[in-house]
């Protein structure tokens, strides 16, 4: 069966702005090597929205092979975009469609299916799995920055969420990608 990995990069006070850490072409590598593992992505519209900067990298690659090798590997893995407002994403990327059933409702058709790990890319989509229990590993790089300002990824997580060290992987730029596993839900109260 399918995994369920919430990928995510995070400073060290849990803001989830994708301009607030250091991406560097080990990072790009990273993801790069990750994404072409997966089977699908599934991203929220804002999240799915900005991915459009790898498009133009795709059309124009630059100096960078870390970063023409990612656009690479985002332009072929097949997207799953829950909006409410979008009624098609192909003009974007033929890869892409939107959700036609609730996310719980996808996560779990795409469980089912023998194939490769599903990847979520949207703070919002990680924070509503994570509620509903269908993450089974989070994968956190948390980059060396404080931002002091931002989105908290955590802070509409519903209950309390212990999760198990399963490895780490430290970056050269001093950013560090936590493996974890959830392990158990308990209320707080």
Not at 66 to 88: G, Y
Not at 110 to 115: C, E, G, I, P, R
């Amino acid at each position: 069966m399918r995994k369920t990995i919430a990928v995510i990069n995070l400073t060290l006070d849990g803001v989830s702005d994708h301009t607030a850490g250091i991406p560097d072409s080990e990072l790009h590598q990273h993801y790069t090597a990750l994404l072409n593992e997966c089977g699908v992505i599934l991203y929220g519209r804002t999240t799915y929205e900005l991915m459009e900067y790898w498009r133009e990298i795709l059309e124009k690659p630059g100096d960078d092979s870390s970063m023409n090798s990612f656009a690479q590997a985002i332009h072929h893995i097949p997207k799953v975009v829950f909006s409410r407002t979008l009624r098609n994403c192909s003009d974007m990327w033929e890869t892409a469609q939107v959700a036609t059933r609730s996310l719980e409702d996808e996560v779990k058709a795409l469980k089912k299916v023998a194939n490769k790990d599903i990847l979520v890319g949207s703070p919002s989509l990680i924070i509503q799995l994570l509620n509903l229990n269908l993450i089974d590993e989070c994968q956190f790089c948390i980059h060396p920055v404080i931002a002091a300002s931002g989105a908290r990824l955590f802070d509409s997580v519903s209950r309390r969420t212990l999760l198990k060290l399963l490895k780490a992987k430290i970056l050269g730029n001093g950013s560090v990608i936590l493996y974890y596993e959830p392990v158990s839900n308990h209320s707080t109260g």
